[in-house]
């Protein structure tokens, strides 16, 4: 499925993925009936598609009113760089915002999978959660 | 040479011998042949090859070898003069699908399904050139085979096939022009690579982003997929056991590495340019090898701060034969943690992995291609191998020979700090521009 | 908090799992091999996305009250486009292509009459699903497809009827060959019984290239497979692969040489018997040419093992090693006293070996765990796999030279053809 | 074709390796042969120089000009 169709149905603007320029994305064509294609006898041709699952709509948790004397996990999902990274948040928050308690916690499992144990914990003392993807 | 002579050849090479005997004038060499191998087989097992019957005639083998020098030329064996060598009619009339078994079934595709070049669909590829289409464009030769020669048209008929848009013909024009084949007929299985640089790039949409070398644009896909069809059907390359010889073949031989240089994301100059074109001129350029391997996994990649990126390469080249160069390919994140290390040039980079990627005499001896290819030139006297052949087994000596054996191109999707790198060779660079 | 070179693969993905409207703070890509200052620096600046600073960003993300969007709840079905279209056979080639349903080179239009023939090719129904299937488990859902899709995929590859039992048993196991990941993977399947030569299979001279029909279409059909029956081969959505590779075309497809081989067949191995049909799956980072490693340049009998211990030095242990082995090598093997794969395999283990120092600079090898590892320090030389059965061997090639080729790849699983037939 | 020889009794043969591997180990085998079974043949031994594919015009020279037969093994 075209991910513009996909997320002008669940509402947001395709404009918001306008691609980085290096991505050779077929969307990007737009001379495609150049050079016109000869006439022939007209074929009818399946759709190869799969079908994927439906989408349940999760709404979002409620929002802190402040972050103030709250407790926010730092949580790595363990690419390299993540941990680091994660230590300069908790440093711009001692500097910044220092009534914020940050806990760091490294994710435990692959990068794709829950951690229930982690999420427990969080929904136990926490407050808010930044999670760091990428590297 | 005017001296009867024997050719002595295993039985695994029988067919290409004795079509290439025929290919090259003498239909009727008289070949002696042993069994297959002799590489790796004690001299004791060689000696009962010997001793033996030749495994194609059945007789004696040493009466072969003796008659082959001794026994009274025919006629036929006398002759001289050109023969013709025909490859069928100019066109052929069916339905699509059955012209798409035919094509396949006569060894004119990789076994994939085909555009079918209809005249319509070829004039339309000769539009996108200002070349005359009866205008030759090169030669070329499948391995040690006489070469063959094309002209535009002919090339068209391979580009419409691979499924090119006509503006990508200019390109494919221009690697036919080189005369390289992508299949090569050797018992290794080549690999082949073109680097595409200049504004050409971005006109034909080359994916040089995330996943640039996999499937993932119709102009990397098809213009390396040309060059195995036009080496097929051009060069008489690609057929096994005649043409093509390489035991285990190679999965990088249908659509051949491709890469589009990331130029505005690099922080050195284009390939095209350090090979002396200007920046705004359209070029490829050719290499050949053994293959492609990941970088990443190669010690120096730790993950911290210190990533050392020139270490991890010269690591990955342990296992690379100096026959062939080194070609990295360098995700611009790569190059950009690269430059930050000082290396702010391609060269700087080049002159430290050259002086730091060695070895011992004794491990280059225990490579195979050190007996195979760099032995008998070093008998010539050519350097370095003739040096290298006189050190003792402890000496340290580079990995590879020149430091322009090495090559780099900036090419990914920046989603991570990974680079490739191909035991391939730099060939040729040739002029896009001039095919257009 | 995502680094900018995933914002597209972020927001399609929240979309996709049911929060379009997440608040994914963006900040420069990478921060893997920067400094603490530098990172510091990105955190004081903007998000590259919103342009506006990013700690603001995260704070409001944290803070700022639900829209009604936000809020929504439901179920929506994504749309798979039309069940058919039409058009002259050019103009279908060209929308194949532009809807990102090939894998930009031509292809066979999937016409009724084409998948009906290919349907014949098996005794399951049409409409039974086969199977589900993911760009990379867990961070796509998995979307489900039946005998009938998968024919279509298989006329578009070029497959023939008799060629379809095997696709279907590799739709059956859900393996996509455009795994997504920042590494550019590649998948390999390894096909056993007399399955072989019924389809004429090569496994002789140029085993692994554009020689072979069924090579060819088998390996190409999987991978249109994974661009269309889940979503995935998308660039920068549903594949990540910073650079890419060349053998995601066609995948490696390696019919064993049984008949040359002096070992046992890879699915007899795995249990199976001789006369099955067996499909087997690899996975992991590339293929490479062994002849160019130390070793092999020995007289009179190149010393094979110590060639191919040699030349999986810079192999990551997060994957085994899998060797392609022509027929000569095998025997020349067994010459060296080598009489079976485990033979082989154990000497392997036990010889390939690895300073614990440098395993520490392999971002994806790894040092043993449990009782012993405590004792390790630097300079101790372990073994680079702790098990045997990292190693696997096929015995595949047309024996013009004892040459071999090796590949970082796991061994995954292997199912039975028979079953789709 | 060249003209061939009555026989390969008292003539001089040059074994030309072509340098693939084990193309010396059967030439020399080659050599035995003769020396057990033709002992009036000279065998001379010699290692083409240059790449496979390239020619040697030193060895052809001496070949020419001390030779009378030559048995050149290639494959491997």
Not at chain 3, 158 to 165: I, K, M, N, S, T
Not at chain 3, 247 to 263: A, C, G, T, V
Request: some cysteine.
């Amino acid at each position: 499925m075209n991910r513009r169709s996909l997320l002008g149905l669940l509402g947001v603007s395709p404009v918001a993925l306008a691609g980085v320029p290096a991505f050779a994305s077929s969307d990007k064509r737009t001379d495609t009936k150049k050079g016109a294609a000869p006439a022939g006898p007209m074929l009818e041709v399946l759709n190869p598609r799969g079908t994927p699952p439906p989408i349940t709509l999760i709404p979002m948790a409620k929002r802190l009113d402040t972050l103030d004397g709250k407790t926010i996990y730092l949580v790595s999902d363990g690419f390299p760089g993540a941990d680091a990274f994660l230590n300069q948040i908790s440093i711009w928050f001692k500097k910044n915002m220092p009534s914020v308690t940050t806990v760091y916690r490294l994710k435990a499992g692959g990068f794709a999978d829950d951690d229930p144990k982690l999420m427990a914990e969080i929904k136990d003392k926490g407050n808010a959660v930044i999670m760091a993807i990428g590297h | 040479m005017g001296i009867p002579s024997a050719p002595v050849v295993t039985k695994a090479f029988k067919d290409l011998a004795v079509l290439n005997a025929a290919k090259r004038g003498m239909p009727h060499e008289r070949i002696c042949f042993t069994p297959h191998p002799v590489w790796g087989k004690t001299p004791e097992e060689v000696r009962a090859y010997v001793d033996g019957p030749d495994p194609v005639t059945g007789k004696p083998f040493m009466k072969e070898v003796i008659d082959a020098l001794t026994a009274p030329l025919s006629e036929e064996d006398k002759k001289s003069g050109a023969v013709t060598v025909s490859t069928g009619p100019a066109t052929f009339t069916d339905t699509a699908d059955n012209l798409q078994e035919f094509y396949l079934n006569n060894g004119y595709t990789d076994f994939l399904p085909i555009i079918l070049p209809t005249e319509e669909r070829v004039d339309r590829m000769l539009k996108a050139t200002s070349h005359k289409p009866d205008e030759v464009v090169g030669k070329m030769a499948a391995g040690a085979y006489p070469p063959w020669s094309y002209d535009v048209r002919q090339v068209a008929a391979s580009a419409v096939m691979a499924g090119c848009r006509p503006e990508y013909f200019p390109i494919i024009l221009a690697v036919a022009s080189s005369g390289v084949a992508s299949l090569f007929s050797s018992t290794n299985s080549f690999a082949f690579a073109m680097v595409i640089n200049g504004p050409i790039r971005d006109k034909l949409e080359f994916n040089y982003g995330i996943g640039a070398l996999g499937p993932f644009a119709q102009p990397n896909a098809t213009i390396g997929r040309a060059w195995t069809l036009l080496s097929k059907n051009l060069g008489n390359g690609g057929i096994p056991g005649d043409t093509y010889l390489g035991s285990l073949g190679n999965n990088l031989n249908y659509n051949n590495v491709v890469i589009a240089e990331h130029e505005d994301a690099s922080p050195w100059v284009p390939f095209h340019v350090q090979k002396g074109f200007k920046k705004e001129e359209n070029v490829v350029s050719l290499f050949r090898g053994l293959g492609v391997v990941p970088g990443q996994v190669a010690r120096g990649s730790s993950a911290n701060e210190n990533v050392q990126f020139d270490h991890q390469m010269s690591d990955l080249f342990s296992t690379f034969t100096g026959f062939f160069g080194a070609l990295i390919i360098a995700d611009p994140l790569v190059a950009a943690r690269l430059r930050e290390q000082g290396y702010d040039t391609k060269e700087k980079l080049i002159d430290w992995l050259y002086k730091n990627t060695t070895q011992t005499v004794k491990d280059y001896k225990s490579r195979n291609y050190a007996y195979l290819f760099d032995y008998p030139r070093a008998l010539r006297g050519d350097e370095p191998w003739a040096t290298w052949y006189k050190l003792p087994d402890d000496a340290v000596i580079p990995h590879f020979p020149r430091a322009s054996d090495f090559n780099i191109v900036v090419a990914g999707g920046q989603t991570n700090a990974y680079p490739q790198a191909g035991n391939l060779s730099y060939g040729v660079s040739v002029s896009i521009d001039r095919w257009m | 908090m995502v680094t900018i070179a995933f914002k597209d693969l972020a927001l399609t993905n929240a979309a996709k799992r049911g929060m379009p409207h997440e608040r994914i703070c963006f900040t420069p890509h990478p921060v893997w091999g920067k400094t603490d200052e530098q990172m510091y620096t990105y955190l004081e600046g903007n998000d590259p996305v919103s342009g506006k600073p990013l700690m603001k960003e995260v704070i409001g993300a944290l803070t700022n009250p639900l829209t009604a969007d936000e809020s929504k709840s439901g179920t929506i079905t994504p749309p798979t486009g039309e069940p058919t279209f039409t058009g002259t056979a050019d103009n279908l080639q060209q929308q194949f292509l532009d809807n990102g349903m090939t894998d930009f080179m031509p292809i066979i239009l999937p016409t009724r009459e084409k998948v009906d023939a290919m349907l014949k090719g098996t005794s399951h129904k049409p409409d039974e699903i086969v199977g589900k299937m993911t760009p990379a488990q867990g961070a796509f859902p998995a979307w489900s497809y039946t005998v009938q899709q998968v024919a279509v995929n298989a006329v578009m590859a070029g497959a023939l009827p008799e060629h379809f039992p095997i696709l279907l048993a590799i739709g059956s196991t859900g393996i996509s060959a455009l795994f997504s990941s920042t590494n550019s993977l590649v998948s390999a399947a390894v096909i056993n019984g007399p399955i072989r030569d019924k389809l004429q299979m090569n496994y002789g001279i140029g085993a692994m290239g554009p020689f072979n029909q069924a090579n060819a279409v088998i390996g190409r059909a999987w991978t249109l497979m994974s661009k269309n029956l889940d979503g995935g081969g998308v660039a920068g959505e549903t594949y990540m692969g910073s650079q890419g590779n060349v053998i995601n075309y066609n995948n490696l497809i390696i019919p064993e040489n049984e008949k040359d081989s002096p070992w046992t067949p890879f699915h007899v191995q795995k249990g199976f018997k001789p006369e099955e049909n067996v499909i087997s799956f690899f996975f992991g980072f590339d293929i490479t040419q062994g002849q160019g490693g130390k070793g092999l340049g020995m007289k009179p009998i190149p010393h094979y093992h110590e060639a191919m211990s040699a030349n999986v030095a810079p192999f990551a242990s997060l994957f085994g090693a899998l060797f392609i082995v022509d027929p000569l090598v095998a025997h020349g093997l067994g010459d060296l006293g080598f009489k079976t794969k485990e033979a082989i395999a154990d000497w392997l283990q036990k010889n390939t070996t690895v300073t614990v120092k440098d395993v520490k600079t392999m971002l994806f090898s790894g040092l043993p765990r449990g009782p012993e590892a405590a004792s390790l320090t630097d300079d101790s030389v372990i073994p680079k796999w702790q098990k045997a059965d990292a190693f696997n061997f096929v015995v595949c090639g047309g024996q013009t030279n004892p040459y071999h080729q090796l590949a970082n790849m796991s061994y995954r699983l292997s199912v039975s053809i028979a079953k789709w037939t | 074709m060249a003209p061939r020889l009555d026989t390969l009794h008292g003539k001089t043969v040059y074994l030309v390796d072509t340098g693939f591997h084990g193309s010396d180990v059967l030439l020399h085998q080659i050599e035995a042969w003769f020396s057990a079974n033709m002992p009036d043949t000279t065998t001379v031994f010699k290692r083409k120089a240059g790449p496979y594919a390239e020619d040697d015009p030193p060895l052809w020279k001496e070949i020419k000009s001390q030779g009378n037969a030559v048995i050149m093994a290639v494959g491997h």
